[in-house]
């Protein structure tokens, strides 16, 4: 075969658990990348190309970096941006009265603007989503109960996100 005549491969599709694993790796870009863009007044685009160029894959200082699903990563990171007032006050409505959003830890802030653009603008079901996102917080919170209070505020934003999946 000929240079000209050669055709370049095809990037190899990755299976369904692959699949998985960069979607749960896109998760816990997104959470950085918004606590990014917040605690340094960074831009949807900066920051975006920053992940998908320096992290996703990288190897920093001997440390792997999972590979990510990009699209998804897209996706949710500008829904999480296009939506946040409204994603804020879905989250408002799922914390109790003394505690707004504002109160939130930063990251546990990041987290639920994460989870509620993946709510509002992506297929994914509401369970798989919580379930990934409180992963998510055992990952940043491993000795706290972090976890249990992001399963509960989520599992609210996700009932009124997407009351019919749940049989409302």
Do not use: C
Request: charged letters at 30%.
């Amino acid at each position: 075969m000929t240079e000209e005549t050669a055709t370049p491969a095809k990037p190899k599709k990755p299976t369904a658990a692959e699949g998985r694993r960069m979607r749960s790796a896109a998760r816990l870009y997104l959470v950085q990348a918004l606590f990014q863009m917040e605690a340094a007044d960074t831009g949807l685009d900066e920051v975006r190309d920053e992940f998908e160029t320096y992290r996703f894959g990288a190897s920093i200082d001997g440390e792997e970096f999972a590979e990510a699903d990009v699209d998804h990563f897209r996706a949710v990171l500008e829904a999480a941006v296009q939506s946040q007032a409204a994603i804020d006050q879905m989250t408002d409505r799922a914390l109790v009265k003394r505690w707004p959003i504002d109160r939130i830890d930063p990251t546990v802030r990041a987290l639920f603007r994460a989870a509620g653009a993946e709510f509002v603008a992506t297929d994914t079901p509401p369970k798989v989503t919580i379930t990934e996102y409180v992963d998510v917080a055992k990952a940043f919170f491993p000795d706290g109960k972090e976890a249990k209070f992001v399963n509960a505020v989520l599992d609210h934003m996700a009932h009124e996100a997407r009351p019919e999946a749940f049989g409302a």
